[in-house]
């Protein structure tokens, strides 16, 4: 293991993720593939989360702040300016990575080339880290698969393919540059859950809204002259904000139903859910560090 170049820059822009933080810096801690760095990227939070990455004792941990909010997109595009690693994992704050994540994404990616991008399943967790089922496929036929805390790549290719820090796309970053760069990467899909993503903790429906209509204008932009499917992807887009917006007025709770998961059996659901208890029973080593 190197500390000046390891192998994985994990990037993890955070903005007041709250109490969610600890358990998604215990999984990295709690990774089998231990060459990596971890670099946390404050967007201006009020928490108390930035003294918490702050307390972190282990040399492959960099802390930046600036006090600033920028959005997620420009701190990952900060993130990879400052990765000394070989390849770039994504993460968010408030997820969890499975134990196995990285070296999963580490067998597939030394065998490619530098235009592959691995991503991977995911757990649907809540508020209250319970596993509630997988999160299911797309079978839409033009846009992206992905999920954006489960990817992995080469540090070339994120240099090559930045976010875009536009603030109309401030809430639909990733959208936009999955959507951008289809035809530009050859991408992996490791079936099982790379990591236990949090639904719903920070989702409104305004918020949502600001969210479809930026989706709305990446579709406007990258369709390259192909009419109908813009059009079957921005009425779609429009048909869902409707019915939510309806289901809203008569139900103000029941739009935040998550239709992309599927349930597990019991068996894998209690599985998922004792190594995430593990996970929740690490430590993390703290003391004082920054950057």
Same mark, same amino acid.
């Not at 990227?41 to 928490?47: E, R």
């Not at 536009?166 to 809430?171: E, G, N, P, T, V």
């Not at 949090?198 to 406007?220: N, P, Q």
């Given at each position: 293991?190197?500390?000046?170049?390891?192998?994985?820059?994990?990037?993890?822009?955070?903005?007041?993720?709250?109490?969610?933080?600890?358990?998604?810096?215990?999984?990295?801690?709690?990774?089998?593939?231990?060459?990596?760095?971890?670099?946390?990227? /404050?967007?201006?939070?009020?928490?108390?989360?930035?003294?918490?990455?702050?307390?972190?004792?282990?040399?492959?941990?960099?802390?930046?702040?600036?006090?600033?909010?920028?959005?997620?997109?420009?701190? @990952?595009?900060?993130?990879?300016?400052?990765?000394?690693?070989?390849?770039?994992?994504?993460? /968010?704050?408030?997820?969890?990575?499975?134990?196995?994540?990285?070296?999963?994404?580490?067998?597939?990616?030394?065998?490619?080339?530098?235009?592959?991008?691995?991503?991977?399943?995911?757990?649907?967790?809540?508020?209250?880290?319970?596993?509630?089922?997988?999160?299911?496929?797309?079978? @839409?036929?033009?846009?992206?698969?992905?999920?954006?805390?489960?990817?992995?790549?080469?540090?070339?290719?994120?240099?090559?393919?930045?976010?875009?820090?536009? %603030?109309?796309?401030?809430?639909?970053?990733?959208?936009?540059?999955?959507?951008?760069?289809?035809?530009?990467?050859?991408?992996?899909?490791?079936? %099982?859950?790379?990591?236990?993503? @949090?639904?719903?903790?920070?989702?409104?429906?305004?918020?949502?809204?600001?969210?479809?209509?930026?989706?709305?204008?990446?579709?406007?932009?990258?369709? @390259?002259?192909?009419?109908?499917?813009?059009?079957?992807?921005?009425? %779609?887009?429009?048909?869902?904000?409707?019915?939510?917006?309806?289901?809203?007025?008569?139900?103000?709770?029941?739009?935040?139903?998550?239709?992309?998961?599927?349930?597990?059996?019991?068996?894998?659901?209690?599985?998922?859910?004792?190594?995430?208890?593990?996970?929740?029973?690490?430590?993390?080593?703290?003391?004082?560090?920054?950057?």
């Amino acid at each position: 293991m190197s500390d000046v170049n390891p192998t994985f820059s994990i990037v993890v822009p955070f903005r007041n993720p709250g109490p969610y933080f600890p358990l998604a810096l215990k999984s990295v801690f709690a990774q089998t593939f231990d060459d990596w760095e971890l670099l946390l990227l /404050d967007d201006g939070s009020t928490d108390g989360s930035l003294e918490t990455a702050r307390t972190i004792q282990d040399s492959r941990v960099r802390v930046f702040s600036d006090g600033i909010r920028c959005g997620a997109g420009a701190r @990952r595009n900060q993130g990879v300016k400052e990765s000394r690693g070989r390849y770039i994992a994504l993460f /968010d704050a408030d997820d969890v990575m499975a134990p196995t994540r990285l070296q999963l994404q580490y067998d597939a990616l030394r065998r490619c080339g530098a235009d592959t991008v691995v991503a991977g399943g995911a757990y649907a967790i809540d508020a209250e880290s319970t596993v509630l089922g997988v999160m299911a496929r797309s079978n @839409r036929p033009w846009g992206p698969d992905i999920i954006n805390p489960t990817v992995a790549a080469s540090r070339e290719w994120f240099v090559k393919n930045p976010y875009n820090e536009d %603030a109309a796309f401030l809430r639909a970053q990733d959208f936009e540059l999955w959507v951008r760069t289809r035809d530009a990467r050859q991408t992996i899909y490791i079936g %099982a859950p790379l990591v236990y993503y @949090r639904l719903g903790i920070y989702t409104d429906l305004e918020r949502y809204m600001v969210t479809s209509f930026a989706m709305v204008r990446v579709y406007t932009m990258y369709s @390259r002259g192909q009419r109908w499917r813009l059009l079957s992807q921005v009425t %779609a887009q429009l048909v869902k904000l409707w019915l939510l917006n309806y289901s809203f007025s008569l139900d103000p709770s029941s739009w935040r139903v998550n239709l992309h998961t599927m349930q597990l059996g019991a068996g894998e659901l209690r599985s998922a859910a004792l190594v995430l208890t593990q996970i929740g029973n690490a430590s993390i080593p703290a003391t004082a560090c920054s950057n």
